[in-house]
């Protein structure tokens, strides 16, 4: 964040300004395949150091200045044998939405956009870290605990994280993706650095506004649908699978009592005759919704739209869906906002001078949002276990 105070208008109409501006000039990919910074590749088999069962391969760039690190493709493998399956086609952070409780609203990426990507160091790595492309990208293996478990048998999970650091003045960002050996990813977005000047004990808002291209084997044939859980007061359970936002461009709401997900379907199956999908599931707190001028696109959790470069900017989406195109059997964007509520308190550290004035002194520590992108009928079975 800026340590200057803006006042909400302003902010807004800034933001305007710029969202305008952001895909006018078409950021994102088309712009990305004509960039000079290319994309790094990285295959992992899975177990690591073991004998390998599934495969990430994985594309991505670092930014910078920008949107800072882009996953650029990523294909998935379920057996040795078996044939690269794609996955994503592009997923960013479009922007990152700090609205205060007082009224100052922040975009940290859009309105922002020339801020740097930090140069990480060991320290930064940790034990199991490799620093890539110049430092700007941490490359780290990570145990992720009991995977399955029966008695005597047990299987652990891994997965291998790829993550940069956005330094948006007092405030640094965490831009983290996880690939784990069973085919599900996550986004996640650390939120981390100084409470801002003159807001130190302010509630606020750091909200992933994330953009995931997900193509999911043949781009051009995928399906969005909205799966809930049903149980109404004296009626059967059901579990309602339908088309999202009936095939039409638009959003859609994160229900507590429903476990709400969107399921991404292609036109392949698994030898069990399934289609093969994919679920994004929501990583969530609690929901905000917020009434600015320019704050429509909070209005819904969950967004599909058809896949455009030209349409990039989060902000801008409740325009993009007027268009009231077909999102079935099509190249589909998913759209999430992943939400993180920051109440300041003692322990961010000290922000109350001697004086009894309010000062920045104080860390905040790292509050985490975000995703999962799980997948769902794409083995014919989990080949992970003893
Ligand atoms: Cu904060």
């Known amino acids: 964040m800026k340590p200057q105070r803006l006042s909400a208008a302003l902010s807004v109409a800034l933001a305007i300004i710029l969202a305008y501006h952001a895909d006018a000039h078409g950021r994102g990919g088309k712009q990305e395949k004509n960039n000079s910074a290319k994309s790094e590749e990285i295959v992992i088999d899975f177990p690591v150091g073991g004998k390998m069962q ?6 991505y760039i670092a930014h910078n200045p920008g ?27 479009s922007e990152i939405f700090v ?69 948006a003045s007092n405030y640094n960002y965490i831009m983290e993706y996880a690939f784990r050996g069973d085919g599900s990813l996550t986004g996640r977005l650390g939120s981390t650095g100084k409470n801002y000047g003159n807001h130190e004990t302010t509630g606020h808002m750091h909200h992933g506004c994330w953009r995931i291209d997900i193509d999911l084997d043949d781009p051009e044939h995928n399906t969005a649908h909205l799966v809930r859980r049903l149980e109404p007061k004296g009626g059967k359970v059901e579990d309602v699978v ?28 698994n030898s069990a005759n399934k289609l093969i999908g994919y679920e994004l599931h929501a990583l969530r707190p609690g929901t905000p919704r917020h ?3 320019q704050e429509k696109f909070t209005q819904f959790d969950f967004w599909v739209t058809p896949q455009q470069w030209d349409e990039t900017y989060y902000v801008n989406l409740p ?7 077909s999102i079935k059997d099509a190249n589909i964007v998913l759209w999430y906002m992943s939400p993180a509520y920051h109440l300041p308190r003692d322990e961010d550290g000290i922000f109350i001078n001697p004086q009894g004035k309010a000062q920045v002194r104080g860390v905040a520590h790292v509050t985490w949002c975000g995703f999962e992108l799980r997948p769902r009928n794409v083995f014919d079975k989990t080949p992970l276990y003893p």
């Open 242 to 269: 339908e088309p999202f936002n009936k095939g039409i461009e638009g959003g859609a709401k994160w229900v507590a009592e429903e476990f709400t997900r969107v399921r991404v379907t292609s036109k392949k199956t």
């Open 99 to 167: 609205p205060y409780n007082n009224g100052t609203r922040i975009y940290d990426i859009g309105a922002q956009a020339d801020y740097s990507l930090l140069k990480h160091t060991k320290e930064d790595a940790g034990l199991n870290g490799k620093l890539l492309q110049d430092g700007r990208v941490v490359q780290e293996f990570r145990d992720t605990g009991v995977m399955w478990k029966y008695y005597d048998k047990v299987r652990r999970g891994q997965e291998m994280v790829l993550w940069s650091t956005l330094g």
């Open 319 to 325: 325009k993009f869906v007027e268009q009231k195109r």
């Open 67 to 93: 949107a800072g690190l882009v996953i650029t493709g990523a294909w998935f493998k379920t057996s040795p044998a078996a044939q690269w399956l794609k996955v994503v086609e592009n997923i960013r952070l």
């Open 54 to 59: 599934t495969a990430w391969k994985v594309q």
């Open 291 to 293: 009434w600015g001028g």
